[in-house]
């Protein structure tokens, strides 16, 4: 087993322990900033019945606490899902939801506009699109990474499916990517001896809280070398 596969190996047995827990989302300051950016976000324009495409393991549910229901699927059978589907065929009547929310999917898809024909489809009037998309990032997911979106791109997509953007941002700079790239590597050497990996998860939490508090101040930066984008839409049309 070559290094890059230990590494990415160690990374996902350390999301798998502190899943459900708040230091989950300090493994690194791109995945903290984020998080904070969608909790601002989520319950403003979050509503009604909303369905989580591509949930993974449905890790933004308690966001969605103040919504009617929440609906999440996925392409393989995943703890917490409501059904396994796939987001370019989505198996509910049209106009069934007032929110659809989509992080870090479209990325993975050879076509994203069938995804978001899809979801402008299972819309009702008025209802909204929260979605996150890659800028910058290391290969992930292989073979299937496909794209990194501009605002100007994802705008133009959204547009081309029907939507009006209410507001497409950065999100994060270069320094949490740079930040993310460390923090994946140390905890995925992190291994072994339980008390040891938890003292490094601890100081690397510290770090990720530190260098996500600084690209806070530095936001400005993003607009030229965001990691994510956040893009917030309405279906307009019937």
Same mark, same amino acid.
């Given at each position: 087993?070559?290094?890059?596969?230990?590494?990415?190996?160690?990374?996902?047995?350390?999301?798998? =322990?502190?899943?459900?827990?708040?230091?989950?989302?300090?493994?690194? #300051?791109?995945?903290?900033?984020?998080?904070? *950016?969608?909790?601002?976000?989520?319950?403003?324009?979050?509503?009604?019945?909303?369905?989580?495409?591509?949930?993974?393991?449905?890790?933004?549910?308690?966001?969605?606490?103040?919504?009617?229901?929440?609906?999440?699927?996925?392409? %393989? +059978?995943?703890?917490?899902?409501?059904? &396994?589907?796939? /987001?370019?065929?989505?198996?509910?009547?049209?106009?069934? @939801?007032?929110? &659809?929310?989509?992080?870090? /999917?479209?990325?993975?898809? +050879?076509? #994203?506009?069938?995804?978001?024909?899809?979801? $402008?489809?299972?819309?009702? #009037?008025?209802?909204?699109?929260?979605?996150? &998309? #890659?800028?910058?990032?290391?290969?992930?997911?292989? +073979?299937?990474?496909? $794209?990194?979106?501009?605002?100007?791109?994802?705008?133009?997509? =959204?547009?081309?499916?029907?939507?009006?953007?209410?507001?497409?941002?950065?999100?994060?700079?270069?320094?949490? @990517?740079?930040?993310?790239?460390?923090?994946?590597? &140390?905890?995925?050497? *992190?291994? %072994?001896?339980?008390?040891?990996?938890?003292?490094?998860?601890?100081?690397? *939490?510290?770090?990720?809280?530190?260098?996500?508090?600084?690209?806070?101040?530095?936001?400005?930066?993003?607009?030229?070398?965001?990691?994510?984008?956040?893009?917030?839409?309405?279906?307009?049309?019937?």
């Amino acid at each position: 087993m070559n290094l890059e596969n230990v590494i990415s190996e160690g990374w996902q047995k350390i999301t798998h =322990l502190y899943r459900g827990r708040e230091i989950f989302w300090y493994r690194s #300051p791109q995945i903290l900033l984020l998080r904070r *950016s969608l909790q601002k976000i989520i319950p403003k324009y979050a509503k009604g019945i909303v369905l989580d495409a591509g949930a993974g393991q449905s890790d933004y549910k308690d966001m969605f606490s103040r919504c009617r229901k929440y609906i999440a699927i996925d392409l %393989g +059978p995943k703890e917490n899902l409501s059904c &396994v589907a796939n /987001v370019i065929n989505l198996p509910f009547k049209e106009q069934r @939801f007032d929110t &659809v929310f989509c992080s870090q /999917v479209l990325e993975h898809l +050879p076509n #994203p506009s069938l995804a978001l024909n899809e979801f $402008y489809k299972a819309l009702k #009037p008025g209802g909204n699109l929260i979605l996150t &998309v #890659p800028h910058l990032s290391c290969y992930h997911d292989l +073979p299937h990474d496909y $794209y990194r979106f501009t605002i100007e791109g994802i705008s133009f997509l =959204l547009s081309q499916a029907g939507f009006k953007t209410i507001t497409a941002v950065g999100n994060a700079s270069i320094l949490s @990517f740079i930040g993310h790239i460390l923090s994946h590597i &140390v905890l995925g050497l *992190s291994g %072994g001896c339980r008390i040891v990996n938890r003292i490094i998860f601890l100081i690397n *939490s510290l770090v990720s809280y530190v260098i996500a508090f600084i690209d806070y101040f530095l936001l400005g930066f993003a607009k030229n070398i965001p990691l994510n984008i956040i893009a917030i839409c309405v279906k307009t049309g019937s």
